[in-house]
Nanobody, 121 residues
Framework: QVQLVESGGGLVQAGGSLRLSCAVS????????MAWHRQAPGKQRELVAD???????SYADSVKGRFTISRDNAKNTLYLQMNSLKPEDTAVYYC???????????????WGQGTQVTVSS
């Protein structure tokens, strides 16, 4: 069973920081690309950041320079360090594992339940 469990969300003032964690089980974590998405009220879901199995990273323009995605393969954990938070960062943040089926070579995304981040002004 694939499980992704996010933690670290909460309420923070603008300019503050949070670190989100995603504990992953049921897959060979180090083999898989991972990502963080978010969905704000009334807005489309968007990719925040992703990281490949080789630790290559990319970011949405809106968070570049403020957020850092990282992974600890020894702990099967994905992180999102969020600095200089803005009210527009308020959203539910989701951890995603991009899992490739070994038999079919098709990709299936597994999602966590999400963690709420609220940034007050």
């Amino acid at each position: 069973q694939v499980q992704l469990v996010e933690s670290g969300g909460g309420l923070v003032q603008a300019g503050g920081s949070l670190r989100l964690s995603c504990a992953v089980s049921g897959i060979i974590f180090s083999f898989n690309d991972m990502a963080w998405h978010r969905q704000a009220p009334g807005k489309q879901r968007e990719l925040v950041a992703d990281i490949t199995s080789g630790s290559r990273t990319s970011y949405a323009d809106s968070v570049k320079g403020r957020f850092t995605i990282s992974r600890d393969n020894a702990k099967n954990t994905l992180y999102l360090q969020m600095n200089s938070l803005k009210p527009e960062d308020t959203a539910v943040y989701y951890c995603i594992a991009k899992v490739r089926n070994g038999a079919t070579m098709q990709r299936r995304d597994y999602w966590g339940q999400g963690t709420q981040v609220t940034v007050s002004s």
